[in-house]
């Protein structure tokens, strides 16, 4: 009863870690590290469900990867790791064997017994935690499991509840996967820059950036490379952009710039550094693979003249004067630069 009471008691106080962690990264550092040594174990793995990869981009646009995260692995279907979780409905516990747990558990010395704590959610189950022991008599088929049950209700609650925080958070007004601003903040801040430009008498610019052949990236490597080449495009992007311009992904591999305030040639500069900076240096795809990735790129500027309430309907149309000069750009070839004729006012 005291050990039991003990256990209880360690679980409870566990379990409010869990539900206190503020972010995806810290919950899965109180799931791994934090259970690991609050219940003496000699290793913790978490397996999660992750088809879309959702999960994995909502990582990193924290500029967290997911590999670095030791002890949680995301899979597309997690039959694939252990065929018996295609059934697990409660917690099992027993001897570790190679041919069904090899996949569960990676690294460190061969377990002697595992418990495989299903995380489920509305039925469905979104992940399985690993509790690992060298001791082969430490997880048994005998012991009760209505504290692990408890706790893997806890943690898919944690994990699901982490998900939507992260979700809400870039959804609003970041894109989760480059951590730019997205298409509808950047039409909001384009019409706070148009009145800031028109009572400064000041004008501004919009740039349209395209990837090229980004189609075929995705194509010849898959997805998840075409991730990381819009994340490294970002990057590369964001640092040639001064402090006071504002940059989102548009759409797809379309990324686009406010420069505020910017004359034509001010943004010539900038968009020059720009197409520069992203095809000197190849983009690494994987351990082995690199790709060297050009930019269309369309300028446009607008000088607000009379007063006016409708900023909206002049943002839309730098917006699309800079669309029409990407379209030119891609037409004249790609890899290269051009400019409105037309300034918006």
């Given at each position: 009863?005291?050990?039991?009471?003990?256990?209880?008691?360690?679980t409870q106080?566990?379990?409010l870690?869990?539900?206190?962690?503020?972010?995806?990264?810290?919950?899965?550092?109180?799931?791994i590290?934090?259970?690991m040594?609050?219940?003496?174990?000699?290793?913790?793995?978490?397996?999660?469900?992750?088809?879309?990869h959702e999960?994995?981009?909502?990582?990193?646009?924290?500029?967290?990867?997911?590999?670095q995260?030791?002890?949680?692995?995301?899979?597309?279907a997690?039959?694939?790791?252990?065929p018996?979780?295609?059934?697990?409905?409660?917690?099992?516990?027993?001897?570790?064997h190679?041919?069904?747990h090899?996949?569960?558990v990676?690294?460190?010395?061969?377990p002697?017994?595992?418990?495989?704590?299903?995380?489920?959610r509305?039925?469905?189950?979104?992940?399985?935690?690993?509790?690992?022991?060298?001791?082969?008599?430490?997880?048994?088929?005998?012991l009760?499991?209505?504290?692990?049950a408890?706790?893997?209700?806890?943690?898919a609650?944690c994990?699901?509840?982490?998900?939507?925080?992260?979700?809400?958070?870039?959804?609003?007004l970041?894109d989760?996967?480059?951590?730019?601003?997205?298409?509808?903040?950047?039409?909001?801040?384009?019409?706070?820059?148009?009145?800031?430009a028109?009572?400064a008498?000041q004008?501004?610019?919009c740039?349209?950036?395209?990837i090229?052949?980004?189609?075929?990236?995705?194509?010849?490597?898959?997805?998840?490379?075409?991730?990381?080449?819009?994340?490294?495009?970002a990057?590369?992007?964001?640092a040639?952009?001064r402090?006071?311009?504002?940059?989102?992904r548009?759409?797809?591999?379309?990324?686009a710039?406010?420069l505020?305030?910017?004359?034509?040639?001010?943004?010539q500069?900038?968009?020059?550094?720009?197409?520069?900076?992203?095809?000197s240096?190849?983009?690494?795809?994987?351990?082995?693979?690199a790709e060297?990735?050009t930019l269309?790129i369309g300028?446009?500027?607008?000088?607000?003249?009379e007063?006016?309430?409708d900023?909206?309907?002049?943002?839309?149309?730098?917006i699309a004067?800079?669309d029409a000069?990407?379209?030119?750009?891609k037409?004249?070839?790609r890899?290269r630069?051009?400019?409105?004729?037309?300034?918006?006012?």
């Amino acid at each position: 009863m005291a050990r039991n009471e003990a256990l209880l008691r360690k679980t409870q106080e566990r379990e409010l870690e869990l539900l206190r962690s503020t972010s995806l990264t810290q919950l899965f550092d109180r799931l791994i590290a934090g259970l690991m040594n609050s219940y003496q174990l000699d290793g913790v793995y978490l397996m999660l469900h992750d088809p879309q990869h959702e999960i994995r981009h909502l990582l990193s646009g924290d500029g967290l990867v997911a590999e670095q995260l030791q002890g949680v692995r995301f899979v597309d279907a997690l039959v694939t790791i252990a065929p018996q979780l295609a059934h697990l409905e409660r917690p099992w516990l027993g001897p570790f064997h190679k041919a069904d747990h090899e996949l569960l558990v990676h690294g460190g010395a061969r377990p002697g017994s595992l418990a495989l704590i299903p995380l489920r959610r509305h039925e469905q189950l979104d992940g399985v935690l690993v509790f690992a022991s060298l001791d082969p008599l430490r997880f048994t088929a005998e012991l009760a499991s209505d504290f692990l049950a408890h706790l893997g209700v806890v943690a898919a609650i944690c994990i699901e509840n982490a998900v939507n925080r992260a979700r809400l958070l870039r959804s609003g007004l970041t894109d989760f996967l480059t951590g730019f601003h997205n298409r509808r903040y950047l039409h909001a801040r384009l019409r706070e820059e148009l009145a800031r430009a028109q009572r400064a008498q000041q004008s501004l610019a919009c740039l349209m950036i395209d990837i090229d052949h980004f189609k075929r990236i995705n194509d010849q490597h898959g997805h998840l490379a075409g991730d990381a080449v819009l994340r490294e495009v970002a990057h590369r992007v964001d640092a040639e952009m001064r402090i006071s311009d504002t940059g989102a992904r548009f759409g797809g591999d379309e990324f686009a710039i406010v420069l505020s305030p910017s004359t034509m040639l001010d943004a010539q500069k900038v968009a020059a550094r720009v197409l520069e900076a992203v095809r000197s240096q190849p983009v690494s795809i994987g351990k082995s693979a690199a790709e060297t990735v050009t930019l269309s790129i369309g300028v446009a500027a607008a000088t607000p003249g009379e007063p006016t309430r409708d900023y909206k309907v002049l943002a839309e149309r730098l917006i699309a004067e800079a669309d029409a000069a990407l379209y030119r750009a891609k037409s004249a070839g790609r890899n290269r630069i051009a400019s409105s004729p037309n300034l918006v006012g």
